[in-house]
């Protein structure tokens, strides 16, 4: 009907999760906000697009060379906990209960998807290994199919640093979850790797 | 962590449906499209917000001062379909099922949100009326309370064009919805305003 409109609902339906009508229900909202308010939003993910970078240390999104957490005196640089995505660094950051560094994969080895082991920041890690401060890594990957491989080959090519403490986050069941609908593997796992609860 | 990531974030959940969690997925899958891609997608959304103009005859989304419908020759200009929105004018459309023109009014009267007619794209209506081609007005609004309002109110201003026909769109079980679970006066109305089936 209007190109503009067409052109702006087929544009926003190209994002993930946004099909051809909430993309209509989007743009329709943009023509509430004032146009200065659009403008920055578009302006601030151009920005964004164009003018992140990657830290050259860890891999986390930054918007230097090194990231701020790799940069922050504050935190152990004996620890590095390994993550497949920015997204997750996130997600362990706002737990609050880490205060070590990261390395973030960029994915999973997935045969399927055309991701190689040599797709993945793995070589860099090794080299932040190789210098001698860190003393554990600790693995916090998806226990996917992909995950596990992933695991498994990383595992391998630590194998040359004998002294290297290698953990990985807990799995079992997951607090709010129902055991009724975990699947056996996991509750296998829950119940192999339980924990003793404090009598007083 | 990264200010970039944090303000296109920030900009992103502003939109509706949009909550924070959504709006670092939709960031973060904007690094793994092209610069281009998401340059494109900005310039698009921004032509898009203002370049954007609304039909001087029936207030609809257009390009140009008077929309395609509009000036569509093939289009049936004895009667006006009456719509609260834009997306409404494209569900009708969509159907396939109508042929004559329309009238955005922009909104619904709405006391709670301090819609008052004024606000709504009435007078343009019955300027239009006025000049005599329009001889059937569909009134096409919700079956809110906002909606019966805003019906009642046109009703009200159209008692001047007495030769004029005025219907509206009929109410009833929607098709794929359960009687069980339509509320009573929708039911009520639906067995009223029943229609004969053909036997043969």
Do not use: W
């Not at 240390?57 to 990231?67: A, G, K, P, V």
């Not at 860099?124 to 996917?144: F, P, W």
Request: net charge negative; with cysteine.
């Amino acid at each position: 009907m209007s190109k503009l409109l067409d052109d702006a609902v087929g544009e926003l339906s190209r994002l993930p999760g946004i099909g051809r009508r909430t993309a209509l229900r989007l743009a329709l909202h943009m023509l509430r906000m004032e146009r200065e308010d659009v403008s920055r939003m578009t302006q601030v993910i151009d920005s964004f697009r164009n003018g992140i970078k990657y830290c050259s240390y860890c891999n986390n999104l930054s918007d230097e060379d090194i990231c701020p957490i790799c940069s922050d005196p504050s935190r152990d640089r004996s620890m590095v906990c390994v993550v497949e995505q920015v997204g997750d660094v996130l997600s362990i950051e706002n737990t609050r209960q880490y205060n070590g560094l990261y390395h973030v994969l960029g994915g999973v080895i997935s045969p399927m998807q055309g991701i190689a082991p040599s797709d993945l920041k793995i070589d860099l890690l090794l080299d932040n290994i190789a210098r001698g401060e860190i003393k554990e890594v600790i693995l916090a990957v998806s226990t996917t199919v992909e995950g596990e491989t992933t695991l498994f080959y990383i595992m391998r090519r630590l194998e040359q640093f004998p002294e290297l403490k290698v953990t990985t986050i807990a799995r079992g069941i997951g607090f709010g979850d129902e055991i009724e609908y975990a699947d056996e593997l996991t509750i296998a796992h829950a119940i192999h790797n339980r924990t003793q609860i404090s009598r007083q």
